[in-house]
């Protein structure tokens, strides 16, 4: 996955009004030589501060990562967990358990 891909699913997420919906993101086959922490960051900042511009809600993430490249889904959970559950797993199944509990805040109703 590229940053240009990512950037394009995040964009995508907004124009569509689904970003307060749950969501699972399965990058246990994933790779990226281009994707990193300063990325994410910059990604992550720039996606909080226009919710929070115009008050949108984020829904919960489930992210699912083979062992070894967890490394990034923690780092990832970290630093966006502030505004929204996000959670790491291991198999799809425990992903979807937990995103069912997790509530889903409907953004307010524009006028």
């Known amino acids: ?10 964009m995508d997420i907004v124009q569509a009004g689904i ?17 990193g922490r300063e990325e994410l960051l910059a ?9 929070a511009a115009h008050n949108l809600p984020r829904g919960p993430l489930a992210i699912v990562t083979a062992r070894e490249r967890g ?11 502030k505004d929204r559950p996000v959670e790491v797993f291991r198999t799809i199944r425990e992903a979807r ?14 006028s």
């Open 1 to 10: 996955m590229s940053i240009d891909e990512y950037r394009k699913f995040l």
């Open 43 to 51: 990604m992550e900042e720039r996606l909080s501060s226009q919710t």
């Open 71 to 81: 490394e990034l889904a923690l780092m990832f959970k970290e630093m966006s967990s």
């Open 19 to 35: 970003l307060h919906y749950r969501k699972i993101i399965d990058a246990t086959s994933a790779t990226s030589s281009s994707i």
């Open 97 to 110: 358990k937990w995103l069912l509990e997790q509530p889903v805040t409907q953004p307010e109703p524009k």
